[in-house]
C-alpha cells in the first residue's frame, strides 16, 4: 500500500490508521450518496460500493462567547436524540469524549483556550462523522486595573491585570475609553 493517499470518490480522505491489512479512513466532507470508488492516488482502484449519507446532525450552543480560563459550562444542543459517543472539538483540538445515551443534550465544560475569535466549535459523532460547525469566541478577561485614577494629560502608567494576554506585545491592543453619562 505503500505512502499512497487513499481517495473517496475524487476526493482525498484522511488516514487514521493503517495496518498490513486494514485501513481506517474519514471519509471527506461533501461526498454524496451513491457509487463510490475508494482508490489510491496512484490510480490503483480498489473497489465501487454503494455509499449511503446519514441525515446531518446540527448542534446549537447555549453560549458562544467564553474567557480564555474556562470554568464555564454550557450546554450543546443536538437536533435529534443521540445514542453514540461523541467527542467535542474546538479548533479540531479535542477537549473529551462523552457516551450518550438517548439524550439530545450535553452539559459540557468549557475548557480554557487562547483568546481568538471566529473558532470552529463541532462535534464528532461515532459512526456518523461531524455536526455543522458554531464559530465561537474565547475573550481576554480583566480583573483589575490600578491605578484607577490618573491625569487627563495622559501619561500615566497602569497594569492590566487578567488573563490570556498571551506573551507577545504586538498581539494585544488596549485602549482606555471614558464613557460619558
Given at each position: 500500500m505503500g505512502d499512497n493517499i487513499v481517495t473517496f470518490?475524487?476526493?482525498e480522505?484522511?488516514?487514521?490508521?493503517?495496518?498490513?491489512?486494514?485501513m481506517v479512513v474519514e471519509t471527506p466532507a461533501g461526498v454524496a450518496a451513491g457509487t463510490v470508488q475508494v482508490g489510491f492516488t496512484n490510480g490503483v482502484q480498489f473497489t465501487t460500493f454503494e455509499y449511503t449519507t446519514n441525515n446531518d446532525i446540527s448542534i446549537s450552543l447555549s453560549k458562544t462567547d467564553f474567557?480564555?480560563?474556562?470554568e464555564e459550562s454550557i450546554i450543546i444542543s443536538f437536533d435529534q436524540i443521540l445514542t453514540n459517543t461523541v467527542e467535542v472539538l474546538i479548533e479540531g483540538e479535542s477537549f473529551g469524549t462523552f457516551d450518550l445515551v438517548?439524550?439530545?443534550t450535553l452539559d459540557f465544560s468549557v475548557p480554557?483556550?487562547?483568546?481568538?475569535?471566529g473558532m470552529k466549535f463541532k462535534v464528532h459523532v461515532s459512526n456518523h462523522g461531524f455536526t455543522n460547525s458554531v464559530n465561537?469566541?474565547?475573550?481576554?478577561?480583566?480583573?483589575?486595573?490600578s491605578p484607577d485614577r490618573s491625569s487627563t494629560a495622559g501619561g500615566a502608567l497602569i497594569t492590566i491585570s487578567g488573563r490570556g494576554f498571551g506573551k507577545v506585545i504586538e498581539d494585544v491592543e488596549v485602549r482606555v475609553i471614558h464613557e460619558i453619562q
Open positions: 470518490g475524487n476526493n480522505a484522511k488516514t487514521i490508521s493503517r495496518q498490513r491489512d486494514e474567557s480564555v480560563k474556562g438517548n439524550i439530545n480554557p483556550h487562547a483568546a481568538g475569535k465561537v469566541r474565547y475573550r481576554l478577561t480583566v480583573s483589575n486595573v
